[in-house]
């Protein structure tokens, strides 16, 4: 029997680091903390540019590069379609962000 923690492989850890800060950036959009979730979509947007060469780098089976296929699609559809979707929701949500600054919406007529 194996264990889970035999998924996890070094060649995806950058991948790992995207699908994180975009599950961080959910967190920190639900606690309405803009410029912490705005940080957390960087970093995975920086993670998800190098992670495709990052796992180049190493060989490993077919078995290992279909996981990691797989992995990387899900990363990118959490990180870049799920997570800033739900980001603007849930900051739209936040009367202001900062002092004096307000996200505009359209049911307040702002553009």
């Known amino acids: 029997m194996t264990s889970p ?35 957390a ?14 796992a180049r780098r190493f060989a490993r089976s077919a078995d290992l590069q279909r ?3 797989q992995l990387d699609s899900l ?7 799920v997570a800033p979707a739900l980001c603007v929701l849930l900051l739209q949500r936040t009367p202001t962000l900062t ?3 307000r996200m505009p919406t359209p049911a307040r007529g702002e553009s």
């Open 75 to 81: 990363s990118d559809a959490v990180a870049f379609g």
């Open 41 to 54: 979509m960087a970093i995975a947007v920086i993670a998800d540019t190098f992670d495709g060469r990052f």
């Open 67 to 69: 996981f990691g296929a």
């Open 99 to 101: 002092p004096g600054v």
């Open 5 to 39: 923690a035999d998924a996890f492989d070094r060649r995806n850890s950058l991948t790992y680091l995207s699908l994180a800060c975009g599950t961080a950036a959910l967190a920190a959009a639900a606690d309405g903390r803009a410029g912490m979730a705005g940080i």
